[in-house]
């Protein structure tokens, strides 16, 4: 009998049912969000969980759309029911679940991983979680995989572009304005720029034609991220 079902007292055939019935529930949008809730308190850190999802998502349907690419049909969706796009939003999402409370390189993204383990997660979700940090050593096969990279650190340096503009909106960044930034070393300095360009040629996509495509995918959801210029109407307010 294994650890786990001693822990739990049952049967290993009971709890390894237990951590797939575990697995499948939490493979949906609203059990990811309250997995992210749980361990992430920061306004920030959960508005950075929601704009890398919306790059991932925008990335499943220009670079799955179907194909099983990212590694899903290793499962079956009926296994694990989520479409490509759900995944591939899903990894985005908790990405960086473990961060607030565990972030130095010895613990992140190794204690979130863990814990997904323990939870029944599947291994398509945390290997490209752990393959989305250089020193883990995993590397990065898949398209999810190379997606996840390409578009963490990016998603990062648009929110703050758009928050030095005067209306602190999306609708004002475009990508000329990302890349004058990207030159400025000073300027969101903690961005790995490297990992920017890399993650784009990794994906095999052009940095100009990535940076416009996941600028549209965060000008989606610029409400509820805050950079929609309703935080620059509420600070001109008297």
Same mark, same amino acid.
């Given at each position: 009998?294994?650890?786990?079902?001693?822990?739990?007292?049952?049967?290993?055939?009971?709890?390894?049912?237990? +951590? !797939? %019935?575990?697995?499948?529930?939490?493979?949906? !949008?609203?059990?990811?969000? /309250?997995?992210?809730? @749980?361990?992430?308190?920061?306004?920030?850190?959960?508005?950075?969980?929601?704009? $890398? @999802?919306?790059?991932? +998502?925008? /990335?499943? +349907?220009?670079?799955?759309?179907?194909?099983?690419?990212?590694?899903?049909?290793?499962?079956?969706?009926?296994?694990?029911?989520?479409?490509?796009?759900?995944?591939?939003?899903?990894?985005?999402?908790?990405?960086?679940?473990?961060?607030?409370?565990?972030?130095?390189?010895?613990?992140?993204?190794? *204690?979130?991983?863990?814990?997904?383990?323990?939870?029944? /997660?599947?291994?398509?979700?945390?290997?490209?979680?752990?393959?989305?940090? @250089?020193?883990?050593?995993?590397? *990065?096969? %898949?398209?999810?995989?190379?997606?996840?990279?390409?578009?963490?650190?990016?998603?990062?340096?648009? %929110?703050?572009?758009?928050?030095?503009?005067?209306?602190?909106?999306?609708? @004002?960044?475009?990508?000329?304005? $990302? !890349?004058?930034?990207?030159?400025?070393?000073?300027?969101?300095?903690?961005?790995?720029?490297?990992?920017?360009?890399?993650?784009?040629?990794?994906?095999?996509?052009?940095?100009?034609?990535?940076?416009?495509?996941?600028?549209?995918?965060?000008?989606?959801?610029?409400?509820?991220?805050?950079?929609?210029?309703?935080?620059?109407? $509420? %600070?001109?307010?008297?």
């Amino acid at each position: 009998m294994d650890e786990a079902a001693n822990l739990a007292g049952e049967k290993p055939n009971q709890a390894a049912n237990s +951590r !797939r %019935t575990w697995g499948k529930s939490m493979m949906d !949008r609203e059990s990811a969000w /309250c997995l992210l809730t @749980e361990f992430t308190q920061s306004e920030s850190l959960r508005k950075h969980a929601l704009a $890398v @999802e919306a790059c991932m +998502r925008a /990335c499943s +349907r220009k670079f799955a759309a179907g194909s099983g690419n990212s590694g899903l049909s290793e499962f079956g969706s009926s296994e694990l029911g989520l479409s490509e796009e759900d995944l591939w939003g899903i990894v985005g999402l908790i990405h960086d679940f473990d961060y607030e409370k565990y972030p130095s390189l010895e613990d992140h993204p190794y *204690r979130g991983n863990e814990i997904l383990k323990e939870r029944g /997660c599947p291994e398509i979700i945390r290997r490209a979680i752990m393959s989305h940090a @250089e020193y883990t050593g995993v590397t *990065r096969d %898949t398209p999810l995989e190379k997606a996840l990279f390409a578009c963490d650190e990016l998603a990062g340096f648009i %929110t703050a572009v758009a928050l030095i503009k005067p209306g602190k909106s999306l609708a @004002e960044v475009d990508t000329k304005s $990302v !890349r004058k930034r990207m030159k400025d070393k000073a300027f969101a300095r903690k961005v790995n720029r490297d990992d920017i360009v890399n993650g784009a040629a990794a994906l095999g996509v052009d940095l100009d034609e990535h940076i416009g495509f996941c600028i549209e995918a965060l000008q989606r959801i610029a409400d509820k991220l805050g950079l929609d210029g309703s935080a620059a109407k $509420v %600070t001109k307010s008297p």
